[in-house]
């Protein structure tokens, strides 16, 4: 008789959770340096349009 394996499925809730942009991955270890400007970090936000509206969405 075979055995039947079944593929373990994510919780549900991790189904519902985006992927983590490569831009906020640059973003983070860029504010982890003690010499990072505003700048530098804004440039960043600025190269990917969907990050910078989720930001925007979760400072408001």
């Known amino acids: 008789m075979s055995e039947v394996f079944a593929r373990p499925q994510a919780p549900w809730a991790l189904r519902l959770v985006p992927p983590f942009p490569a831009v906020a991955q640059r973003v ?10 505003i700048h530098e970090v804004g440039e960043l936000v600025r190269m990917d349009p969907s990050f910078s509206a989720e930001l925007l969405r979760f400072a408001n």
């Open 28 to 37: 983070l270890k860029l504010v982890s340096r003690e010499d990072a400007g």
